[in-house]
C-alpha cells in the first residue's frame, strides 16, 4: 500500500544538466515536501508546498525549484546540477490544519551529479 | 527561529540497557513534536508524537517545555531497535516540518 511514490530510486546526471524529481502521493494531501537527507546534516528541508500552485523556501532552496500544479504531485527541479547536488532527495505529505498530522515519504532518490 | 537539535550523532549500546535519544526544540509557539526512525533499507515512518502519549514499541517521550524537550526513551534496548532516529517538529499554521540532524543507534548483542 504504497502512499508517496517517487519517480527514480537512483539518478546520474551530469554537471549543468537540469534535472526533475517527480513525486507522487495519493492521500489527497494539502502539504508536500522536498528534503535533501546526507549523513550529519540530517533532513534539511528545501521546499515547501501547502497547497497547488503555492510554495515557501525551506533552509536549503538554492539551486532548486518546485512546481505543484495539480494536488498529488510535487516536482523538484534542479536549474542546473552541480556536484555538491548529489544526496538522497526525500519527498513527504501529510495534511494541514491536524497539527499532529503524520508525513508519509518516498521511498528516496539516490542522485549523483557527475 | 524553528529548530530541532539532536546532540548525538551516535549512540552505542548493548542489547538489555536502557536508552536515551535527546532532542530540544526553540519553538515560540505550542510544539507539536514527534519521532520518526528509519530502518536499514526501509522509508522514513513515523514512531511516535508527543499528542498521543503513548509507548510504541517499548519507546515513550514526554514533552518539557521547561526544558525545551522530548527525549526518546527506552528501558532495554533490543537489537532490532538499531536504526536511525530524527526529532521533528510542527510549528505554524501551514504545518512545516523541521527535522533535527537525527541520531543513529546501534543496540550491540
Known amino acids: 500500500d504504497v502512499k508517496v511514490t517517487q519517480s527514480s530510486r537512483y539518478l546520474v546526471k551530469r554537471t549543468g544538466e537540469k534535472v526533475f524529481l517527480e513525486c507522487v502521493q495519493d492521500m489527497d494531501h494539502e502539504n508536500m515536501f522536498w528534503y535533501r537527507q546526507d549523513p550529519g546534516l540530517g533532513l534539511r528541508l528545501i521546499y515547501f508546498?501547502?497547497?497547488?500552485?503555492?510554495?515557501e523556501k525551506g533552509d536549503i532552496p538554492e539551486g532548486y525549484s518546485v512546481s505543484r500544479e495539480k494536488k498529488e504531485r510535487f516536482s523538484l527541479i534542479l536549474e542546473s546540477a552541480s556536484t555538491n547536488q548529489t544526496s538522497m532527495y526525500l519527498c513527504a505529505s501529510n495534511s494541514r490544519g491536524d497539527r499532529a498530522s503524520e508525513a508519509f515519504f518516498g521511498q528516496g532518490t539516490r542522485l549523483t551529479v557527475v | 527561529a524553528q529548530r530541532v537539535t539532536q546532540p548525538e550523532k551516535l549512540l552505542s549500546v548493548f542489547k538489555g540497557a536502557p536508552v536515551e535519544l535527546k532532542c530540544n526544540y526553540s519553538?515560540?509557539?505550542?510544539?507539536?513534536l514527534f519521532w520518526y526512525v528509519q530502518y536499514s533499507r526501509q522509508r522514513l515512518q513515523l514512531l511516535l508524537r508527543?499528542?498521543s502519549r503513548e509507548s510504541i514499541k517499548g519507546f515513550t517521550a514526554d514533552l518539557n517545555k521547561g526544558e525545551t524537550s522530548f527525549h526518546l526513551k527506552k528501558p532495554f534496548a533490543q537489537e532490532e531497535d538499531s536504526a536511525m532516529y530524527y526529532c521533528?517538529?510542527?510549528?505554524?499554521?501551514?504545518?512545516?516540518?523541521?527535522f533535527g540532524t537525527g541520531t543513529l543507534l546501534a543496540v550491540q548483542p
Open positions: 519553538y515560540s509557539g505550542s510544539p507539536e
Open positions: 508546498s501547502y497547497d497547488v500552485k503555492m510554495k
Open positions: 521533528a517538529l510542527d510549528g505554524g499554521a501551514t504545518n512545516k516540518l523541521i
Open positions: 508527543h499528542i
